[in-house]
């Protein structure tokens, strides 16, 4: 079952937030893409020569705990992605941040982190007040290693709060943590160092949520094309096709928090090739 920003995964049901978005031209994106493989791609681009880039987090409920994947860009501007606005969609939609049991953080970037916190005083606190914050050991110790926590200004305000108030959980990037028993991590490395995507399986239905494993649909057959973002293209290639073609086997129903909305969907074949299929 699934509406415009809803969807039901056996008893797993998940709310699908756009706390921001922006522009982005395709050789942006891909930039060791030739001009004409892009633009073979035409059709999936919504703002003429260019497409949006979804800045998206989910609330899910599951096993009667409320989780937080991803908190966005935060309440500034970060170069040319616009503020978010996650605190007051969720006001709209009913969920409390004193209801979120577990934030999971799929990577430390900054369009992916940017709500953790708030500023208290001369202070930052946790936005989500009674909630255990959860990330990969690989990827905390990645961005508060010196050389790259110096360049990674949003550090202090948005990650080293949530170590000193006592709710940062780390597990190992490989362990398939399970949050609940319908949830567990996906290693899925490459776009960063210990990123991961949150596997569901539910009364005999399955998804993903992605993470960063994409930004855009052409990315589910184009698994080969070098993204931008990723730290480590190779092992992000890799990572993409072996989820992508679990997704295909396993059916799985897939939300992916960059593409535009709606954002919910699977993976099928058009003419012998992977493809996204929105819901």
């Not at 031209?25 to 030739?34: D, G, V």
């Not at 490395?189 to 994409?214: K, R």
């Amino acid at each position: 079952m699934s509406s415009a920003n809803r969807l039901r995964i056996g008893n797993v049901e998940i709310l699908s937030i756009s706390d921001s978005s922006f522009p982005a031209e395709p050789s942006f994106l891909f930039p060791e893409t030739p001009k004409a493989d892009l633009d073979r791609y035409r059709h999936l681009y919504d703002l003429g020569d260019r497409f949006t880039v979804n800045v998206g987090c989910f609330v899910v409920w599951s096993a009667g705990k409320t989780i937080m994947v991803d908190t966005g860009i935060g309440p500034v501007a970060q170069g040319f992605v616009p503020a978010g606005r996650l605190p007051d969609i969720l006001r709209e939609e009913g969920v409390s941040p004193d209801a979120v049991d577990h934030v999971v953080l799929t990577h430390l970037h900054m369009d992916h982190v940017g709500w953790n916190t708030k500023k208290d005083g001369d202070r930052y606190t946790p936005l989500f007040p009674k909630a255990r914050y959860l990330t990969t050991r690989q990827e905390w110790e990645h961005w508060t290693s010196p050389e790259v926590a110096a360049q990674t200004p949003y550090l202090d305000t948005a990650l080293r709060p949530l170590e000193a108030a006592g709710v940062l959980d780390l597990v190992d990037l490989n362990s398939e943590h399970a949050i609940t028993d319908e949830l567990r991590i996906i290693a899925t490395p490459g776009h960063t160092p210990g990123h991961i995507s949150i596997g569901i399986a539910s009364a005999g239905e399955f998804g993903v949520i992605l993470g960063d494993v994409a930004h855009h649909p052409v990315q589910v057959g184009e698994t080969g094309w070098k993204d931008v973002f990723d730290t480590n293209p190779a092992l992000a290639i890799e990572n993409r096709e072996k989820l992508f073609a679990r997704i295909e086997q396993e059916r799985m129903l897939v939300a992916a928090g960059h593409f535009r909305p709606p954002n919910f969907g699977r993976v099928v074949r058009v003419e012998g090739r992977r493809t996204w299929q929105a819901l």
